[in-house]
């Protein structure tokens, strides 16, 4: 019978050292969990358009596929513009052509005015509401491409002002 009681015992006590430990390693947890305030801020990437590509380009081709029509259909959207995609309740804008683009740590910028690498910035928007924001490459058609069940986007050309 004292077997057993010592037993209990030392099972109770073991529960009270635990259930203390795993307090301890709460509030250690806790105080080593950064706040918002105390995490690193995710900054925000800057497209710089250089003065010698400002004003030099009026215009971007956009490859639009239905890829359940599996058909493809080519608009010309102006730079700064929004476009309906006819048929469907999608639009898209074109943010900013850069003929050479480049990235710099969180600066996009356009090394020349030479179409090298040339990429346009674009938002969808899906019944108004923005379902994607990113880059359309001419030459890496894949990267970064917008995920959409039905529909995908492809930079084709690019129109200069005259």
């Not at 947890?29 to 990437?45: H, L, R």
């Not at 400002?54 to 730079?79: L, P, R």
């Not at 999608?90 to 090394?111: A, C, H, I, N």
């Amino acid at each position: 019978m004292r077997a057993v009681a010592k037993a209990v015992a030392l099972a109770a006590l073991a529960m009270v050292v635990v259930a203390g430990c795993k307090k301890q390693d709460e509030k250690k947890a806790e105080q080593a969990a950064p706040t918002q305030a105390q995490g690193p801020a995710k900054k925000e990437s800057v497209v710089v358009v250089p003065d010698s590509v400002k004003g030099k380009w009026k215009a971007v081709k956009i490859a639009v596929t239905d890829k359940t029509a599996n058909k493809e259909s080519v608009y010309t959207v102006a730079i700064g513009s929004e476009f309906a995609i006819p048929d469907s309740n999608l639009s898209l804008k074109v943010e900013t052509f850069l003929p050479q683009f480049t990235m710099d740590g969180t600066t996009l910028t356009s090394q020349s005015n030479e179409p090298k690498n040339p990429a346009a910035q674009i938002r969808v928007m899906e019944g108004g509401k923005e379902v994607f924001k990113g880059w359309l490459f001419s030459l890496y058609p894949t990267t970064h491409a917008f995920n959409h069940p039905k529909y995908g986007f492809t930079l084709v050309d690019f129109i200069p002002a005259s």
